[in-house]
DNA sequence: ATAATAGTGACAATAATTGTCGTGAATATA
DNA sequence: TATATTCACGACAATTATTGTCACTATTAT
């Protein structure tokens, strides 16, 4: 076997095995130990992390961030990455935020300045619009990786009806929704699924509990939803308005559309959620027309007063 | 230098070229024309697509998709584009559908078996809920590259208004919005800057007309008019409200950030502007200072009168 | 016809890689 | 403390890979 490929599938069995000693590998390649010796320092100056103790139950270690073997892409490929990513570029505070940079650095380097050019204009030329971000979400990548490694954390959660609190939670799914980031995962304090916002944890670190098995629950989302303290939300909606709600996501199951295109929203929430609704039916001006519920009605004229107040000449 | 060194590099050089002489890069990498050809010939079996024709004037070419030399990349790395293309599932018939496939496929296919694994239950585990798609928009990826390469198409077009026309367009730039995606782009028909829905672009092909140099409209809907009977839009934004606006892509080249997140609007607009700044002032709430014009201060104290207005108890 | 260009085969010169052996050093375990 | 295990390194010869040179062929534009 040429040098070059031993090399590569050293890499690759390295990065599978974890740990190994130098006798094995010489065995499983067929060469000598002296030459895969000389082969592990090469990967480590190729910047493969290698560790080694001596002595019995001593031998070798791949640590932390492991690099995979050099692959080689298409042009069309690197434009592809360069694309998904900066289709995201909206969101903050994405786990993964500092990889892709450093990836797509990668790809850029090796790029031809032609391709380079080509992916500049891209960029300014194309845009994926999406709600606007609500709120920083700075635990995402723990939470993420509790989520895929079935592990238990300890968080602080602010919730409006309950203030702060401490609890362990052992994450199943994230999604990005209407700007936010929420985290489905079992509560260890209430004993159940339940759904946080993510930009309301303060903190999360390790939980003690044992970790259960909840791979069945996954990215199901809809069930859990139930307002707690509903009210009844109605409304009527121009034409316009009525296209406008229909791209949100959360209001579209409850829009009953006419055939003339308008519409009206029928719909329970949340007593607590009024302060969003105050925003979001401001926002709609004058193609919507709220019917009730009284509380939402007094919130917004409540808004709009202070508002007026703020456009005052001065 | 040694063997391999000089592949990378000679790879790299022949993607910038894409035309050149055997001698030529002899000279350039100091080594016999005939290791020059042998090397060729290896660039050829790792997948370059080379041409060669003999005689004078021939040369080798590189052809169509060029190969990037192979780029080692860390698992964190991998794990982080694999995490964007996830992200954009919900986006169909997107432009570069394939090439991230086949990308991601090459990533997959070098990684070892937990990070696969980690991936698996990542992509059940995460998700970006965005618009519902409306439409298919299958000439997308030629949009793209007409704006991105300014070039002229020919397009048939189904407006609303005006059924199906057929005319030369010139595309600046495309953006998703609410599951639309849309083409802003110069049409030679109306002699101006126009916005269409590319679900209703029904054919798209190369055009004859003379592309123009818009280099300078790219993505900001702004610029497209200079502002006629301008007026000087100054405001103060919260830091939520700046936020806000930096999503907003007519907006944010005119936004000052500063240090500590709030920023300032200071930017020339059309007079016959107002309407669209009162609703979106309105929208921004108490995130926004509005400095001046007085006409807009006006036109939302107006607006914001009439809303009262509609929501006093009836 | 001539010059420019790619392409091939043979072989010697040169350079890189590998295996062998000797030696050493750290460390767990008996 | 002695011993086995394991990484580590240097020297050198054997082996293998790479390179350059040269001679030659083939194609094509001018």
Not at 1 to 17: A, D, F, I, Q
Not at 173 to 200: K, M, P, Q
Not at 212 to 218: A, T, V
Request: charged residues 25%; proline residues 5%.
């Amino acid at each position: 076997m040429p040098k070059s490929k031993r090399l590569m599938e050293l890499m690759m069995t390295v990065n599978r095995k974890r740990r190994f000693k130098v006798g094995e590998l010489a065995d499983e390649f067929n060469v000598s130990t002296r030459t895969i010796l000389r082969d592990l320092q090469e990967l480590s100056e190729l910047g493969v992390p290698l560790y080694s103790e001596v002595g019995p139950h001593g031998g070798y270690q791949v640590l932390r961030e492991r690099v995979l073997p050099p692959i080689a892409f298409t042009e069309g490929e690197a434009v592809a990455m360069f694309f998904a990513v900066h289709a995201l570029r909206h969101y903050s505070s994405l786990p993964f935020d500092a990889e892709s940079a450093s990836a797509l650095s990668k790809f850029y380097l090796h790029m031809p300045g032609d391709i380079r050019d080509q992916i500049d204009r891209m960029k300014e030329r194309v845009d994926f619009v999406s709600p606007t971000r609500r709120g920083d979400a700075p635990h995402l990548s723990v939470l993420l990786d509790a989520a895929v490694h079935q592990k238990v954390l300890t968080i602080t959660y602010e919730s409006k009806s309950e203030g702060t609190t401490s609890r362990q939670v052992q994450p199943v799914s994230l999604y990005a929704h209407n700007g936010f980031w929420y985290c489905t995962a079992y509560c260890f304090l209430r004993e159940g699924i339940r759904v946080f916002r993510c930009d309301r944890i303060r903190d999360a670190s390790p939980g003690s509990a044992e970790p259960l098995k909840l791979s069945d629950i996954r990215l199901s989302r809809q069930e859990v939803v139930l307002p707690t303290d509903p009210v009844r939300l109605q409304a009527k909606l121009t034409r316009i308005g009525t296209q406008r709600c229909e791209s949100e996501l959360w209001l579209s199951p409850h829009l009953h559309v006419r055939e003339d295109g308008t519409a009206e929203i029928d719909v329970e929430v949340s007593r607590s959620e009024i302060p969003f609704y105050t925003e979001f039916f401001i926002s709609l001006g004058k193609e919507a027309a709220l019917i009730g519920p009284r509380e939402l009605k007094a919130a917004i004229r409540k808004h709009l007063a202070e508002l007026l107040e703020n456009y005052q000449e001065g």
